[in-house]
């Protein structure tokens, strides 16, 4: 791989479509790239899906992508009834994936709420886990000692709610488009079209969400802040965080204590919004992970 900067690509380019059976489940993938090459694993936030990183993916045609889209978002199935969607949920299923990938060792990249499962993972497996990228996240949502019965029991409010709500319906995918942009924090208009593309289906009366209802419940236990800061320490690979300059991390009194828990970790901040590799700033983002993949090449 040639070092400097990726060039800039104003529009998407095609990817393919993959899908991995998992028995109870099956899940949805984009892939960019020759199968051959330097692997990376690409894990989208809350309520996105694998179109999070049709920007970023073109502008590293030296990887071989694959982004998921995680269990009850985009196109891949729901849990099965009864089931909950607590983010380490999702460990077993991507291990899954990378193992019908072929993948022993590969690199890792996670954006929101992929960004904290990606923290997780490569804790559980560092030796699976050749570098860690982390976009506008780094841990999972915490929950103090003493708040943790209150946790629980928001979570069994909000089950005992759920049979009665029902999913928005819009008229027009314009509509649900303009609705994406308010959804999660600030996203452009282009931003969200590719996003509604993939997470849109058409409903009696217009469109409506693919997304399963159960992931905006409340979890029911959360992580400590102690717990969380272990995770972090045993996170061996080299580990890559890219923030939004004035985003909400950047009002986050005890973020500097957090980051120290990690090993080794390399902080970038960047003007922009939560979806920065998804927006303008895609080929800052892809420049910045180019880079550092190339100085970490493990032996994947």
Not at 142 to 162: F, G, M, S
Request: hydrophobic residues 45%; negative net charge; proline residues 7%.
């Amino acid at each position: 791989m040639s070092g400097g900067r990726p060039p800039a690509v104003a529009a998407p380019s095609p990817a393919e479509e993959l899908e991995f059976d998992l028995g109870t489940l099956r899940i949805a993938a984009k892939g960019w790239g020759e199968h051959d090459a330097t692997p990376l694993l690409a894990l989208h936030g809350w309520l996105d899906n694998a179109a999070s990183f049709d920007r970023l993916a073109p502008l590293l045609p030296h990887l071989r992508l694959v982004a998921l889209d995680m269990p009850g978002h985009g196109l891949s199935s729901h849990r099965p009834a009864g089931c909950r969607s607590h983010i380490w949920d999702d460990l077993p299923e991507l291990l899954q994936c990378a193992d019908q990938l072929g993948w022993q060792r590969f690199h890792l990249l996670g954006h929101s709420r992929g960004a904290g499962i990606a923290t997780l993972l490569a804790a559980a497996v560092p030796e699976r886990v050749i570098s860690l990228t982390l976009i506008e996240n780094f841990l999972p949502g915490t929950t103090e000692d003493a708040a943790a019965p209150a946790q629980l029991t928001a979570a069994l409010h909000d089950e005992a709610l759920l049979p009665g709500k029902k999913k928005p319906i819009y008229r027009s995918v314009a509509e649900a488009v303009e609705a994406r942009t308010r959804i999660i924090g600030e996203i452009s208009l282009e931003a969200a079209e590719l996003l509604t593309a993939r997470g849109l289906m058409q409903v009696e009366g217009g469109y409506s969400w693919r997304a399963d209802p159960r992931l905006r419940l409340a979890s029911m236990v959360k992580l400590t802040p102690a717990q969380a800061r272990a995770f972090a320490a045993a996170v061996a690979a080299p580990t890559l965080l890219i923030l939004a300059q004035g985003g909400r991390f950047d009002r986050m009194a005890e973020l500097d204590q957090q980051l120290d828990a990690f090993r080794r970790l390399e902080l970038h901040r960047l003007a922009g919004n939560h979806h920065l590799h998804l927006e303008r700033q895609a080929p800052e983002v892809a420049a910045l992970l180019a880079d550092f993949i190339q100085r970490h090449p493990g032996d994947g």
